[in-house]
Nanobody
């Protein structure tokens, strides 16, 4: 089982990125897929989650209207579209396959770095 994130990088404030989470050895649609982030010196925080039959959940008020989660079942991929990025969005972003959106135990990727800076 493996989750691989990609799409991170350096972007200016106000810019956009789309992160991808590709699963192998598991079918992402069978799980709740959460995006977490961890900024330097900070704890891990759950950002968004998507689960078939339950829709999407946003966990941080600061990302509402700017970050959205979607999935492509045929590609076994979940996306995190990030718009209007701000410096405080700088973090390592991880995807995780868990049983329920509120769970922490599950399969995690290694993360992708997002840096928002001018």
């Amino acid at each position: 089982v493996q989750l691989v994130e990609s799409g991170g990088g350096l972007v200016q404030p106000g810019g956009s990125l789309r992160l991808s989470c590709v699963g192998s050895g598991l079918t992402l649609a069978d799980y709740a897929i959460s995006w977490f982030r961890q900024a330097p010196g900070e704890g891990r925080e759950r950002v968004l989650c998507i689960k078939k039959g339950e829709g999407r959940k946003v966990y941080l008020d600061s990302v509402k209207g700017r970050l959205t989660i979607s999935s492509d079942t045929a590609k076994n991929t979940v996306y995190l579209q990030m718009n209007s990025l701000r410096p405080d969005d700088t973090a390592v972003y991880y995807c995780a396959a868990v049983l329920k959106c509120g769970d922490y135990d599950g399969y995690y990727g290694r993360g992708t770095q997002v840096t928002v800076s001018s």
